[in-house]
């Protein structure tokens, strides 16, 4: 456990050097979440490595400064409302909780993180993994098409896409809240731009930010049905 400690420090210091952890507010929630939890056993030495970890039926937990570069780029705070679409291991809902609803805040300032995974297995394996960390109280996972959205809960002050899609789908831009920004990897099923979408005056506002390489986006809006 010792060696777990000491790799999530170095890489901390590196990830502040390098400047991809910037704001205090997402050093302490990279901090508080245990990565290690949200990894296949198998992987548990690797938790902090920088690199994405298989967790079964071809997806895989994001290399952890996706992660930190998503809730950077993202601007969480205490009580937002958030929509993640691929909650695959839910490490990155984890960190997101722990931004909108900080453990150290009384529970009525909290937000909430709804996220949605398309592949019931990895539902189950999001669930558990949130249960053991202590974050099932600040995240519903629910097993469905994330391109469609979750329109019982929104509008979302943030949505956090992670899985590559052709286009943005239009249900999400729908759901998104005046003033919100959504963070989607756009392009080819192998490498995408992120961009940053926001709602101004109701108009659709976009900024690309740099290139990554996410899983593709299946569904209704992706690049396969199942
Ligand atoms: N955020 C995850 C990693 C995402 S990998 C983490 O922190 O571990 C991408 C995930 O998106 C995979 O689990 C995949 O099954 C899921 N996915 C792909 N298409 C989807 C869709 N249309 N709706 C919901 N989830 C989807």
Redesign the pocket.
């Known amino acids: 456990m010792d060696k777990l400690v000491e790799a999530k420090e170095r890489l901390i210091k590196y990830y502040i050097r390098s400047g991809i952890l910037k704001s205090e507010e997402v050093i302490k929630a990279f901090k508080k979440v245990p990565r290690e939890v949200?990894v296949l056993p198998e992987y548990i030495n690797q938790a902090y490595s920088d690199v994405p970890l298989p967790?079964g039926?071809g997806?895989?937990?994001?290399a952890p400064h996706m992660?930190c570069m998503y809730a950077e780029y993202l601007r969480l705070k205490p009580g937002l409302k958030v929509l993640?679409?691929?909650?695959?291991?839910?490490?990155?809902?984890a960190v997101m909780a722990e931004m909108v609803s900080p453990s150290h805040l009384p529970r009525e300032k909290w937000g909430h993180v709804y996220s949605?995974?398309?592949?019931p297995e990895?539902c189950e394996f999001a669930r558990v993994n949130l249960r053991r960390a202590g974050y099932d109280d600040r995240v519903t996972v629910i097993c469905r098409?994330?391109?469609l959205g979750f329109p019982e809960k929104a509008p979302f002050d943030r949505i956090a896409i992670?899985?590559a899609a052709p286009n943005i789908p239009p249900p999400l831009i729908e759901q998104l809240s005046d003033k919100g920004a959504l963070l989607i990897p756009l392009g080819s099923s192998f490498f995408q731009r992120l961009v940053l979408v926001k709602k101004v005056k109701r108009e659709i506002v976009r900024d690309e930010l740099s290139s990554v390489a996410f899983?593709p986006?299946?569904?209704k809006y992706?690049w396969t049905m199942t």
């Open positions: 949200f967790i039926y997806q895989t937990i994001s992660v993640e679409i691929g909650a695959g291991s839910g490490y990155n809902a949605l995974e398309i592949v990895l098409d994330g391109g992670t899985a899983v986006l299946k569904g992706g």
